[in-house]
């Protein structure tokens, strides 16, 4: 049942099915899943609209909800959980800041059993066999798809916060696939044209879980003194959040970053690796020069208050990517890192900061699309490896993107933390995310699972979870990073990391919980089926063979 309430010459009016009336005509195909098309004779705003279908969950099925972005927790459920939601403290002493990176300004939360919302595609599982919601559309709007097992509905609901409408306008395009785990992936896709990634398995090294802010000229250069005196694989070498006086002025270095960065890339290349940097270009410092010397490239709010990106480095602004001369320093900030410092590669983080609110007459999902479009154009044929961003949005746009949240240097969470937002600094979190979108790799993207940990120092797991999640990664992924000096490694070290990153393909067969809190997976190796069962709370291997 379709659903859509509208505002039109300051009136609120309704319209359910597909009809019309003299205001708009709206058409609905649902033969292989929902489009809804409305044609507007006149301007007016859509406040909400809403598809409604029937589903008959059955009790051992399993219900995949893809979160918001990158950081966000993925992973199946059984029809008897609760989807997580941010605890009172939280919501109470932290306010807006707090919840920037995820979906709770858009998303409805119930806090029932058996209520789940994913954005953009999900699954039901039964077995082997998967039905596929995916949508074609999310530039008109991010599509939230709801599953309510008690009420035996699924509900697909369009964000289209903020604009007004004239003319023909795709609402919902969602179809419906069933199938294998590959087939109904394979068939969305296909249906999306989005091409194969250009990027292929890559290996390397990033500074940030080492040393995180905390670095400099002398640190990049042992650390890359130790992996060419090693002779081991690498393909890129990533410096990450630092070397910059502040998020946001990225032209402005450190003095712990004098001489430049062109030594540094010119001693990569040297040695055939290349060379990575990572900015957050959508976003900037609020002591930044950027933002305190240009308040007018800065999105601000209906009530003209610059919007909050949350509480990183002590506080950061959303840039409006529309402003042109956002747009011109971005294209100064990238020929500069690309071109004039030689990186080839740059990591983007934050980038769910453009599209936080409503703007231009543009919905969020239109927003993010446009920046990642704009992220491609400035960036040409190098490399992006694309960070907290929603997934559909990166379908074809980033050569590599997180698929998880930033791993913690220890695995098992507090109770404190689970109640944090959804995109929390979570071990946990990031194997789920891992495990569960797995089927983005090699088709929109190569996944970048996060960094593994090998080190034994300076870190807060034992040696079975460190190679837990070198084995998980390298299973479920295909961009292996590490953040330690590798002069350090022992034989047992190297051997980890060896294994890790020497691009064997893993065919996974079967990935799914066993209960609340172990996974399962069937696998195939080397030409030998295997399969290995881990606790995913604490970090313990339960079976191996």
Not at 424 to 444: E, H, K, M, W, Y
Request: charged share 30%; with cysteine; hydrophobic share 35%.
């Amino acid at each position: 049942m379709i659903d859509i309430l509208y505002e039109i010459d300051g009136q609120i009016r309704r319209i359910s099915g597909a009809t019309s009336n003299d205001d708009l005509a709206v058409t609905a195909d649902k033969s292989d899943g929902v489009k809804v098309v409305v044609d507007a004779y006149k301007p007016l705003r859509i406040v909400s609209a809403t598809f409604k279908r029937g589903w008959d969950y059955d009790s051992d099925c399993r219900i995949m909800v893809n979160g918001y972005q990158s950081w966000t927790d993925t992973r199946e459920y059984s029809i008897d959980e609760k989807m997580p939601y941010i605890g009172k403290f939280y919501r109470l002493f932290f306010g807006k800041p707090f919840r920037a990176s995820g979906d709770y300004a858009i998303a409805h939360y119930n806090g029932h059993k058996g209520f789940f919302h994913g954005v953009s595609y999900s699954y039901i599982r039964q077995k082997d066999k998967y039905t596929l919601f995916g949508s074609l559309n999310e530039r008109t709007g991010y599509t939230f798809m709801y599953f309510d097992v008690r009420q035996s509905l699924i509900t697909f609901v369009k964000d289209t916060d903020g604009i007004t409408v004239e003319g023909e306008y795709v609402l919902f395009d969602v179809k419906t696939y069933s199938g294998e785990c590959d087939e109904v992936f394979d068939k969305w896709f296909a249906d999306m044209n989005i091409p194969k990634p250009r990027a292929k398995h890559a290996c390397g090294y990033t500074s940030w879980y080492n040393y995180y802010t905390g670095i400099s000229k002398e640190i990049i250069d042992r650390d890359i003194d130790s992996f060419i005196a090693s002779g081991s694989k690498i393909d890129i070498f990533q410096i990450d959040d630092g070397y910059q006086t502040c998020v946001g002025d990225w032209l402005s270095l450190k003095p712990s970053f004098k001489g430049g960065m062109r030594r540094i890339t010119d001693k990569l290349h040297a040695a055939g690796i290349k060379a990575g940097l990572w900015l957050a270009p959508f976003s900037a410092h609020k002591r930044s020069e950027i933002a305190t010397e240009h308040p007018d490239w800065l999105l601000r709010d209906a009530k003209g208050k610059p919007v909050s990106g949350g509480y990183n480095w002590g506080g950061f602004y959303a840039l409006d990517i529309y402003n042109p001369d956002v747009r011109a320093y971005l294209k100064k900030v990238f020929d500069t890192v690309l071109n004039d410092w030689g990186f080839d590669m740059v990591k983007l983080d934050f980038l769910y900061n453009c599209c936080q609110i409503p703007a231009h007459n543009k919905t969020r999902g239109e927003i993010m699309c446009d920046g990642m479009q704009l992220i491609r154009d400035l960036v040409g044929d190098k490399e992006v490896l694309g960070c907290g961003v929603p997934m559909w949005p990166a379908f074809g746009k980033v050569d590599y993107c997180r698929v998880g949240a930033d791993m913690n240097l220890r695995w098992k969470e507090t109770s404190g933390e689970k109640k944090m937002h959804r995109e929390r600094i979570s071990t946990p979190n990031n194997i789920n995310n891992t495990v569960f979108r797995r089927q983005l790799d090699g088709r929109a993207f190569v996944n970048d699972p996060d960094v593994i940990l090998i080190r034994d120092y300076n870190i807060r797991m034992n040696e079975e979870q460190r190679k837990l999640i070198a084995r998980v990664n390298k299973m479920f992924g295909n961009l292996i990073f590490v953040s330690d000096d590798v002069s350090r490694y022992d034989d047992k070290q190297w051997e980890t990391y060896n294994y890790a990153v020497d691009g064997k393909q893993v065919e996974i067969k079967q990935a799914y919980y066993l209960g609340k809190k172990d996974i399962y997976v069937s696998y195939v190796e080397d030409g030998e089926d295997k399969e290995l069962i881990f606790d995913v709370t604490e970090g313990i291997v339960m079976r191996d063979k």
